[in-house]
């Protein structure tokens, strides 16, 4: 696991990189293409539109000879050529506006934003729309295209320019980038989903290796809390075959009673490991009474005064809440409270000075179990109601147990609806803050 998941983690990294390199360069060449199929069209329209306007405008006038004196051989005749029609005479703004509109429709750009003007070869304008003047000058941004209106004459058949259909499209990027929303919106959709893939593969290999590694720190534990008094045991029943003890009364009994304490420490590990395994199957069925908290906790303290003396210890009481009174199953929240004052005196270096102090609040109990220990640091903190986890004890070396205790904790102040809060510096103690309601009457 160790090798594999750095390799694994650089490939998948450089598969999205190259991944997003190729999307890239994909959507950069769509971009292109896409901007040259669309001029291709604004070209077609602006050719068509000024097709049918030169076809609509163009003069059906014969040639008239005027005479003057009669029809004789040398008589001056004079050639008139009526003037053909321009397309501000034949057509409105709007006309033509309907016309270019149409033809976008036509090859699929209904949606294209566009200005036109009709002006002669010379510059002048017939007429404009409205936002022509304004996008006009911005050549960068626009494309502006010019188109001659031309006209044929039935009686010269000469094709003639002399107005031009000039169309602008106002930023014809912007307008690329519109048409192609939906396609890049669906590849960043699609590349964030396969990024939050490789995050959550990441993540439960993560998860994977720190399993592991608990499990590995729970075998370890577990055969190292049986592997004692198994063979305390050992010897205990090795010394009881002795004949020596075999007579002596005394002696036997004090190695049966050795056998019968590590029983019962053995029965008091399987009891915890099981305990543990019913909590993860299921929530803690509560059999609710009301307790008096300041009570409990002193009833429980006591029940470490030995050890207390070991370690020429002491616990002080600041009980001040004017309410200690809750709802709660006296068997789990005795077990809660004795958890968190004997993890105080384990983590704890002679000697051991704890303070439990509380005060209530309008609608909650508070109390803090605060050691002299030798504190925690910010992942300990951070990990300390998880199953299996273990502290870092420095030098103490002879701290026990399998890591479930503080779990334990943690799932008796939930199915209480209550809080539980941590502080804690290295080599500056550690307190624990419990926050549950309080009684209503």
Excluded at 132 to 161: G, M, S
Excluded at 212 to 222: C, L
Aim: charged content about 25%; some cysteine; aromatic content about 10%.
């Amino acid at each position: 696991m160790k090798r594999t998941f750095p390799i694994i983690v650089i490939l998948i990294s450089l598969s999205l990189c190259g991944l997003f390199l190729l999307q890239a360069s994909w959507f950069d060449n769509l971009m292109e293409v896409t901007k040259n199929q669309l001029v291709e069209k604004i070209n077609m329209v602006g050719v068509n539109v000024a097709t049918d306007i030169g076809k609509s405008t163009r003069s059906s006038q014969p040639l008239r000879l005027n005479r003057r004196g009669g029809l004789l051989l040398g008589t001056e005749l004079q050639i008139k050529l009526f003037r053909q029609p321009t397309v501000e005479e034949r057509f409105t703004m709007e006309e033509v506006r309907e016309k270019i509109s149409k033809e976008f429709q036509r090859v699929k750009l209904s949606n294209l934003k566009f200005e036109f003007a009709i002006s002669d070869v010379e510059g002048d304008y017939e007429f404009y729309s409205n936002g022509y003047e304004q996008e006009f000058w911005d050549t960068v941004n626009n494309k502006r295209n010019y188109y001659p209106i031309l006209r044929e004459t039935d009686n010269l058949a000469l094709n003639e320019t002399n107005e031009l259909l000039i169309i602008i499209v106002p930023d014809v990027d912007k307008q690329v980038w519109y048409s192609l929303r939906w396609i890049l919106v669906g590849a960043i959709t699609f590349f964030l989903i396969i990024l939050a893939a490789f995050y959550v593969t990441v993540k439960t290999l993560l998860n994977q290796k720190r399993l592991s590694q608990i499990k590995s720190d729970f075998i370890n534990n577990m055969t190292h809390e049986f592997k004692t008094p198994l063979a305390t045991i050992s010897l205990a029943v090795d010394a009881l075959r002795s004949p020596k003890v075999q007579s002596n009364p005394e002696k036997g009994a004090y190695f049966t009673n050795i056998i019968k304490e590590e029983n019962i420490r053995m029965n008091k590990h399987v009891e915890t490991i099981l305990q543990a395994a019913f909590l993860e199957k299921q929530e803690l069925n509560l059999n609710l009474s009301k307790v008096s908290v300041h009570e409990m906790v002193q009833e429980v303290a006591g029940t470490f005064e030995l050890q207390l003396q070991d370690k020429n210890g002491q616990i002080d009481f600041l009980l001040n809440a004017s309410n200690d009174s809750i709802s709660a199953d006296d068997t789990h929240f005795r077990n809660m409270l004795s958890n968190l004052i004997d993890n105080a005196i384990k983590y704890s270096q002679d000697p051991v000075r704890i303070v439990i102090s509380s005060h209530s609040t309008r609608n909650h109990f508070v109390m803090r179990i605060q050691d002299n220990g030798i504190g925690m640091n910010k992942e300990s903190v951070k990990r300390i109601f998880e199953k299996f986890y273990r502290a870092h004890t420095g030098n103490l070396h002879n701290v026990k147990g399998f890591g479930l205790g503080m779990s334990y904790v943690k799932t008796v102040i939930d199915a209480h609806k209550g809080k539980i809060k941590v502080d804690s510096a290295v080599g500056k103690g550690t307190s624990f803050t419990i926050e549950v309601p309080l009684m209503q009457d």
